[in-house]
């Protein structure tokens, strides 16, 4: 059995809902990555933030990244994993909500993130092309 914590990349990093876009873009950056998990003083995943995200709902709207906060893009009832998880259940899930990443938590604490590449790096050709598949189609 292959599991969410095999697959996942560990050390993510949660972007505090406190803190401005501005700090989750340098925070992007710095870890090279294209989304962070949000995290709230209750030290819960409140959501995920994107790259595109911050281009769409703050830039392209005019609003300064600076004095956005990240809690304000968190919307709707995350989606996370157990580090316990069955890869297959994990994939389902991600099809089934048409999401392409989803964060990892292990004793209520984030522990990782699987995204798209982590994927790519674990599944058989054939289970990445019908994970493509549900997750780029027509919704």
């Given at each position: 059995?292959?599991?969410?914590?095999?697959?996942?990349?560990?050390?993510?990093?949660?972007?505090?809902e406190?803190?401005?876009?501005?700090?989750?873009?340098?925070m992007?950056?710095?870890?090279?990555?294209?989304?962070?998990?949000?995290c709230?003083?209750?030290?819960?995943?409140h959501?995920?933030?994107?790259?595109?995200?911050i281009?769409?709902?703050?830039?392209?709207?005019?609003?300064?990244p600076?004095?956005?906060?990240?809690?304000?893009?968190?919307?709707?009832?995350?989606?996370?994993?157990?580090?316990?998880?069955?890869?297959?259940k994990?994939?389902?899930?991600?099809?089934?909500?048409?999401?392409?990443?989803?964060?990892?938590?292990a004793d209520?604490?984030?522990?990782?993130?699987?995204?798209?590449?982590?994927?790519?790096?674990?599944?058989?050709d054939?289970?990445?092309?019908h994970?493509?598949?549900?997750?780029?189609?027509?919704?």
């Amino acid at each position: 059995m292959t599991t969410a914590r095999d697959v996942m990349h560990a050390g993510a990093k949660c972007i505090d809902e406190d803190e401005s876009l501005y700090k989750a873009a340098q925070m992007m950056r710095d870890l090279e990555v294209g989304s962070l998990p949000i995290c709230g003083r209750d030290n819960r995943l409140h959501g995920i933030i994107t790259d595109r995200d911050i281009v769409l709902r703050c830039c392209a709207e005019g609003r300064d990244p600076a004095e956005v906060k990240a809690g304000e893009l968190a919307q709707g009832k995350p989606y996370w994993v157990d580090a316990g998880s069955d890869v297959s259940k994990v994939l389902t899930m991600m099809e089934q909500h048409q999401i392409r990443r989803v964060p990892v938590i292990a004793d209520h604490k984030l522990v990782g993130m699987i995204s798209e590449s982590d994927l790519a790096r674990h599944l058989t050709d054939e289970q990445l092309a019908h994970f493509v598949e549900s997750v780029y189609a027509a919704s």
